[in-house]
C-alpha cells in the first residue's frame, strides 16, 4: 500500500486488517487476536485477494498458537481451529499455501510461525515489485511504447496483496515511466471490489481511471478504447486456465476477439501444480443476498433465488501471458505454468 495505509500487520499479539468492506468512505481496521474473528474477516471480505489471504492464513495460525495457550486448549483444538483458517474461503490457493508454509513453525511458538508470516509478507511485496517490472516491460514491447489504455477487472492491488499489487502492480509500473493514458477499472459487481477498491487506489496514486459497468467492459474492448486487459488470479492450474473474479471470462473472450493481449499478472504462490486444468478448481458461492439486496434494501422480487458464483475459470488459451515474480510466460503460445517448470 503507500507508506501511510497497511492493508495486513502483526501487532505482536494479533493481525491488523485494513477493514476492505468500508472502503473507500472510511479507513478502518479489525484487530484479529482470536480465530474466530479472523475467519469472520476473510468470510467478510474484510481481506481478500488471493496473495493477502495467503498472509492472512500464515498469520492466522500464529494467532491460533497465542488463543490456545491463552485459553488452555489441546492440540487437537489448535489444529481444528488452524483448519478453520485454511478453509475460510475455499478458491484462492494462496490461504490454504500459506498455512501451510508457517505448518513446520508451529511447535516453536507464536513468534517463531509469525516470524515466518512476515517473511511472506516481506516476498510478497518484492514479488510484487518485480511482476510489475516484468509485465510493464512485458507489455510495452508487445503493445507499443506508448502511453497505455489499460482495463483491469476485480481489485488486484496493494489492497489484495501485501503491497504494491499484481495486476495494479503492473499499472503503477508503467505510470511511473508515463504510460499510462487511462485505467477502465470495471465495479465488479456484486461487491463493487473495482469501484470502491481499485478506484481508491488508482486515484490516491494519480493515476488517471474511469469506473465502468461490468456490462460495458466488452464493448469498451471492441470499440478499440483498450490497449491491453491486466488482471490478477485466485488459482492457476498446470496448463494456465486461471480462476478469478467473476466477469473475467468475458473480459478474455472479448480481448481474443478484439485480438489485444489479456495478461494475468500473479506470483508463483497462486498457481496450483496439483491441478492438471481449471476444471478441478472449487468455485466460491457466497450469499444471495450479495445478488439480490442493495445497502440493505431487495432489488429483486421476493421469492427468486440467485445464483452467486465468486469467480469464473478463463481458459489458458486465452491467457495471452502470465507474468510471475520470476519473468514471463507466454501461456496461450504454449508456455504454460507445468511446460515452464517441467
Ligand atoms: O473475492 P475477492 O475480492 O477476494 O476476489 C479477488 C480477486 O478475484 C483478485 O483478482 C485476485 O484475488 C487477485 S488479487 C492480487
Not at 472502503?23 to 481478500?48: C, H, K, N, S
Not at 495467503?54 to 498458537?65: D, E, I, R
Not at 490461504?95 to 516476498?123: H, I, S, T, Y
Amino acid at each position: 500500500m503507500t507508506n501511510d495505509v497497511r492493508t495486513l500487520e502483526w501487532t505482536g499479539d494479533g493481525l491488523r486488517l485494513l477493514d476492505q468492506t468500508v472502503l473507500p468512505g472510511r479507513v478502518e481496521y479489525v484487530v484479529a487476536r482470536d480465530v474466530g474473528t479472523l475467519v469472520d474477516a476473510i468470510r467478510r471480505l474484510v481481506v481478500r485477494g488471493a496473495p493477502a489471504l495467503g498472509v492472512a492464513g500464515a498469520f492466522g495460525v500464529a494467532v491460533a498458537v497465542l488463543q490456545a495457550a491463552r485459553e488452555g486448549w489441546d492440540d487437537a483444538a489448535r489444529d481444528a481451529a488452524i483448519a478453520e483458517v485454511r478453509e475460510a474461503r475455499p478458491t484462492a490457493v494462496n490461504l490454504a499455501a500459506g498455512v501451510d508454509r508457517v505448518l513446520p513453525f508451529v511447535a516453536k511458538g507464536a513468534d517463531a510461525v509469525a516470524a515466518e508470516a512476515q517473511a511472506l509478507l516481506d516476498e510478497d511485496v518484492r514479488g510484487n515489485r518485480a511482476i510489475g517490472a516484468f509485465g510493464a516491460d512485458w507489455i510495452l514491447r508487445r503493445v507499443g511504447d506508448r502511453p497505455l489504455r489499460v482495463l483491469t477487472h476485480c481489485n488486484a492491488g496493494a489492497l489484495a496483496t501485501a503491497g504494491w499489487g499484481t495486476a495494479l502492480g503492473v499499472v503503477r509500473n508503467l505510470h511511473e515511466r508515463g504510460r499510462v493514458e487511462m485505467v477502465y477499472a470495471d465495479e465488479t459487481r456484486p461487491l463493487l471490489q473495482g469501484a470502491r477498491l481499485t478506484a481508491w487506489e488508482l486515484d490516491r496514486a494519480g493515476i488517471p481511471c474511469v469506473v465502468q459497468a461490468d456490462g460495458a467492459a466488452p464493448s469498451t474492448i471492441l470499440r478499440g478504447l483498450v490497449d491491453v486487459a491486466v488482471i490478477g488470479a485466485d488459482r492457476i492450474a498446470a496448463n494456465g486456465d486461471t480462476a478469478n473474479k467473476i466477469g473475467s471470462v468475458g473480459v478474455a473472450l472479448a480481448c481474443r476477439e478484439a485480438g489485444i493481449p489479456l495478461v494475468v499478472a500473479a506470483p508463483w504462490s497462486t498457481v496450483d501444480p496439483a491441478l492438471p486444468d481449471g476444471t478441478g478448481i472449487p468455485i466460491e458461492e457466497r450469499p444471495a443476498d450479495e445478488v439480490l439486496a442493495w445497502g440493505g434494501a431487495r432489488t429483486a422480487p421476493e421469492g427468486v433465488d440467485a445464483f452467486n458464483p465468486a469467480f469464473d475459470v478463463t481458459p489458458a488459451r486465452l491467457v495471452t501471458a502470465l507474468v510471475t515474480e520470476t519473468g514471463v510466460l507466454e501461456v496461450s503460445a504454449g508456455t504454460t505454468p507445468a511446460r515452464f517448470r517441467a
